[in-house]
C-alpha cells in the first residue's frame, strides 16, 4: 500500500510539474520571441522589458520601427505611451509635439493622418495646419516636400490655398488681450468698451487705443525715445463702419468685422523722421521695436514670410498688443500670433 502510495504520489508531481511547464511556456516563451524580434531591431535589453511593460511591442514589431530616441526614452518614466509612434519620426520630442499632436486630433484629423504627417514633415510645416481649413494630407504633404530647399522656421509659401478667408468663421463674444482676430475669427459690429485718446505726444489727432493697451504703448514709446529715436502712432481703433468704407474702396483690405484694427489693440506705426510707413522696416525705430516690443506686450503682427498663415503680406508697421505674457511667448515660439493662439490659447472642447 505505501509503494501505491508513493507511486501515485510521484505521478501526481509528475502531472503537476508538466502542468507548471506549460503554463510556464505559454507567458515565457512568446515574452521570449518577442524580446528576441525587438533586439533584432535594435532594441537593448532593458528597453525591451520596458517596451513588452507598456504593450508597445506589437507596434514596433508589426511595422519594423526602430528609434534610437524610443530605445532611450522607453526606460524613464517621463515615456508617454499614447505617443509611441512620435518618438519613431523624431530625434527629440518636447511638450510641442505632443500639444501639436493633440491639437491636431481636435482639429479633426484621424490618428493615422497625424501620425503620417509626423513622419513626413517638420513642427513650421504643421503648426499652420491649425490655422488652416482642414486639408488632404497627402497633398498638403506633396506642396511642403515641393517647397523644403526654400521654406523654413521664418518662411512659409505653399503652391496651394489652404485658408479660405471670411468662411466657416467664429464670432468673437469677449475680446481680451491675447483674443485672436482674423478672416476665421470675426468681431461683427464690436466697439470697444474703454477707449481712450492716445495723445499728440504719442499719435496723430484723434487716434484711439483700447486701455488695456494704452499704458503698455505709452511706456514703449516712452523708453525708445530714451534710446534716441521717435516713433508714433498713425492710426489705432478703427471702427466697423470705417472698415467698411475702405473696404469698398479697396478689395485688397480686410473685410470689415474681420479686421485687427477693430480690437482697439493694434496700431500702426512711423517713425517721426519720415512720417511714412513705407520703408518702416528699414528704419533703427523699426529695428528697436522688433528686438523690444515683446517687453511691453506688442507683437508684430503680420511678420515676413507668414502671409501664407496669416492671409496678409508682411506689414512692418501693425503692431498688436497681446500682454506681455503672451508676447513673450510668442517671440520665443517663433510662431505667428494665429499659430500661437490655435496651439495654445483656443478652446477645441468648446467646439465640439
Known sequence: MPKQRRAIRRQFIIVLAIVLIGIVSVFKIPSFLISRNLGDLGYDKEAQKAIIDKKISKLLIDNDYYSKLLNDEVKKDTFKTDYAELYIFRDSLSDLEFTLYD??????????????????????????????????????????????????????????????????????????????????????????????????????????????????????????????????????????????????QNGAAVKAGFSDMQSGLMVTLTDTATNSLDGFNETPEYKWLMENAHKYGFILRYPEGKGTITNQEFTPYMFRYVGEETAQKIKESRLTFDEYYMLYLYDYSAQE
Open 103 to 248: 491639437k491636431l486630433l481636435s482639429k479633426g484629423y484621424e490618428d493615422k493622418e497625424v501620425i503620417e504627417l509626423f513622419r513626413n514633415l517638420e513642427n513650421y510645416e504643421l503648426t499652420p495646419l491649425l490655422v488652416f481649413d482642414k486639408v488632404e494630407i497627402k497633398t498638403y504633404i506633396d506642396d511642403c516636400l515641393t517647397h523644403r530647399d526654400t521654406n523654413s522656421q521664418d518662411n512659409l509659401t505653399l503652391s496651394n490655398d489652404y485658408l479660405h478667408p471670411y468662411e466657416d468663421y467664429q464670432k468673437i463674444t469677449d475680446v481680451k488681450a491675447d483674443t485672436l482676430v482674423s478672416s476665421k475669427f470675426y468681431l461683427d459690429n464690436y466697439e470697444p468698451e474703454k477707449l481712450v485718446p492716445i495723445g499728440s505726444a504719442y499719435a496723430s489727432e484723434g487716434v484711439e487705443i483700447d486701455n488695456m493697451a494704452y499704458e503698455s504703448f505709452t511706456k514703449m514709446i516712452d523708453d525708445l525715445s530714451k534710446d534716441g529715436l521717435a516713433a508714433y502712432a498713425l492710426e489705432g481703433y478703427r471702427s466697423y463702419a470705417r472698415q467698411e468704407v475702405i473696404y469698398s
